[in-house]
């Protein structure tokens, strides 16, 4: 099986992806207005001279929308197809994209999730599913 | 800015496969068709904005010029209306007096890829390509206001029937709107046909003052008026629809072009994917948000029946993808009245709009 997209790794992210490694999902706060926000940048787009700290999320959030690959891109989801990808909305704030585990017909706008963790190549990546299954 | 500064000359290319040539043969061919069109020499050129094309400098060596104004912009298609706004600022301000702004791309030839290029932000998860950025909003769009994939088969269908009467169109068999149906998903809900079509060409265009335009062969183009907003605060798809930008943008435009939104007649419309015209619609105020798909549906953006005629060349959905380039050089001849069995009649005012994260719009007036 070919490999999996690996995903940049840079200054900013890399406490993201290490936190995976340990099945945590983080992203950072802004100490002035207590916004969190992602992907990880260097500095709050919201007061870009305060400082920030790393938060833990509960890991869950909401499915705001998902769409359906036909179309290969990436040899490591070619026998993935049709997957999914969705734009979830953490609790905490942020928005994301990223899978729902199961099936792409139980998938819905407003529906709960939380996160899980897929071994992906070399990282663990946070995706999700129903906030109800076990 | 109302009315300060002209097009005078638009040239293209043909649209197609052409590894014969490259990004500055395409670029060259076209600006000598421009340079033609507009009745001026090279010598007359002394500003040049590059698109697409690897190096300025070169480009300018291969046609002979020495500006005394010169800039290359960002690839992305959002930079056509930056390129001819930042041309009219130059002009208007005296920096440059003819400015010709030149685009090649070779990207079908090269098998340049829309998605899977490494680093992408959202790879690890298979997130990858604008086709899917734009199938991730409009299912939000479905959901939020009940719209359908039919509406966007309806844009689709209207653009093709507009390409079937342009002969630099790529695609130009009519397709139905169940053969629309039929096509193939690429990133549900998107389907084959709601995706531009990659390919070779080249697109110039010449600016200039509205005195130098006064002895030239072609009647000037007004740049009447432009507005535009960046929105760079989602790294995700939007979640807007780029609704509030393109509502500041319509906000503006009318009034610096100094007529209504009633008085436009022809709209070209960065169609990208089918959903952009839809969001486009709406936010520039044709209809109220949400209402997009009714108000297409009884053909008002269909020449010779609509309204509102939009994309008459066909758009990036199937005359070719040259990213607003050739859209807005539809605009000028549309404006000029030379495009025969697909023209407008009695056009004066055409639009340019293009929903993206630098959301923009341009009026262009005959007189």
Known sequence: ?????????????????DACEQEKLVVQRCGETGKAWFPPSPVSPYAPAAEWDWMECSGEGEVLSWVVFHQKYFAGFAERLPYNCALIKLDEGPLLVSNIDGSNDAISIGQKVRVLFERRGDVNVPIFTAAGRS | MRDKVCVVGVGNTRYGNFPET??????????????????????????LIVNRIPS????????????????PTDMAGRFASVSLTIAAQAV???????????YGNNGRSKRMLYGGA??????????????????????MHMDRFGTTTDDLGRVASTFRQHASMNADAVMRTPFTLEDYRQARPICEPLRLLDYCLINDGGVAWIVTTPERAKDLRKPPVYVSGYAQRDVFDQAT???????????EVAGEVYD????????????????????TVLFTLEGLGFCPQGESGNFIKDGILELGKGRLPANTNGGHLSESYMQGWA?????????RGECGDRQIEGARAIQYACAANIASSIIFRRD
């Open chain 1, 1 to 17: 099986m070919a490999d999996m997209p690996q995903p940049a790794i840079d200054p900013w992210n890399k406490p993201f992806w």
């Open chain 2, 92 to 102: 208007a301000s005296g920096a440059a007096e003819t400015v010709a702004l030149v």
């Open chain 2, 118 to 139: 490494e680093g992408g932000q959202w790879n690890p998860w298979g997130m990858t390509s604008p086709g899917a950025t734009h199938a991730m909003m409009w299912r």
């Open chain 2, 22 to 47: 490259d990004s500055y043969g395409l670029g060259a061919q076209a600006l000598v068709a421009a340079v033609e069109d507009a009745g001026l020499s090279f010598k007359d050129i002394d500003g």
């Open chain 2, 327 to 335: 859209l807005i050089a539809e605009a000028v001849r549309q404006a």
């Open chain 2, 256 to 275: 610096r072009a100094g007529i209504g939104r009633d008085e436009i007649d022809g709209l070209m419309i960065y169609d990208n994917f089918t959903p």
């Open chain 2, 237 to 247: 798809p939007r979640d807007d629809f780029w609704y509030p930008a393109l509502q």
């Open chain 2, 56 to 71: 300025y400098e070169r480009f300018a060596q291969m046609v002979g010029i020495n500006p005394q104004f010169c800039l």
